[in-house]
């Protein structure tokens, strides 16, 4: 049962146009988000995160938006630039839950084309 | 990545040996947290410890795996009898503290141990 899913397994933007990641989820627990971004041999970076009592958090040229009654949250990356590429992964997590662990999607192979 | 320590970065056993992944959390994180990503895949929770205490192990087969975080040095995921399923690669992650002002703390994650069994 997979609980976070991003179903688009890639994603081709050209250099300086929006990047719009999706992820879906389940679990009416959720209510804390994050995305991470993550390199080949490398860890997950952190990159933006959002709690269920907002619909949108915005860092530099990353924009979470969170739709509950959906259960539907994406990542805008604008503008988007080479170094953006990379694997993104959504995770989320329940607060009410026993502990903190990140639920992961399966991730999202973004190519920025210069 | 944040500061969170992982060794070794490659780890390469036999059917049948035993795997040592050692995790040390950045300054001041108290939770520690290991996840697996198979080939292809997500990450996948496997354990959440604090110091001295396993806190959810949910995650973790019940055989062959263990993990403890002591009171002094770093965590350890310990792996018996590999086989080859174990392949993959082991990430830690820790945060400072669980959510106790009501806000959840973010993780930050290790560079991972790529463990290959032969």
């Known amino acids: 049962d997979q609980q976070v899913k991003q179903n688009s397994p890639s994603l081709s933007v050209q250099e300086g146009r929006i990047s719009i990641l999706n992820c879906d989820y389940t679990n009416s627990m959720f209510d804390y988000f994050l995305w991470y971004k993550k390199y080949p041999a490398e860890g997950p970076t952190f990159l933006i995160s959002i709690s269920s009592i907002k619909d949108k958090n915005e860092d530099g040229r990353f924009t979470v938006f969170l739709n509950k009654s959906a259960k539907h949250l994406s990542l805008h990356i604008v503008p988007s630039q080479p170094g953006d590429s990379a694997v993104y992964f959504c995770a989320a997590s329940a607060s009410k839950a026993a502990g903190n662990k990140l639920t992961f999607g399966g991730g999202t192979r973004v190519l920025v084309k210069p | 990545n944040a500061g969170v320590m992982q060794n070794p970065r490659h780890l390469v056993r036999r059917r049948g040996q035993e795997a040592r992944l050692r995790c040390s959390p950045m300054k001041g994180h108290s939770h520690v947290y290991w996840y697996r990503q198979l080939p292809e895949e997500g990450l996948k929770f496997m354990v959440y410890?604090?110091?001295?205490?396993?806190?959810?192990e949910s995650g973790m087969p019940k055989e062959r795996f263990s993990a403890e975080f002591p009171k002094e040095g770093p965590s350890i995921l310990r792996i018996q009898q590999v086989v080859r399923g174990d392949s993959a690669a082991y990430f830690c992650?820790?945060?400072?503290?669980?959510?106790?002002?009501?806000?959840?703390?973010?993780?930050?994650f290790g560079p991972g141990t790529r463990l290959t069994v032969l």
């Open positions: 410890l604090q110091k001295e205490n396993i806190i959810d």
């Open positions: 992650a820790s945060s400072p503290n669980f959510g106790t002002s009501g806000i959840m703390d973010t993780q930050y």
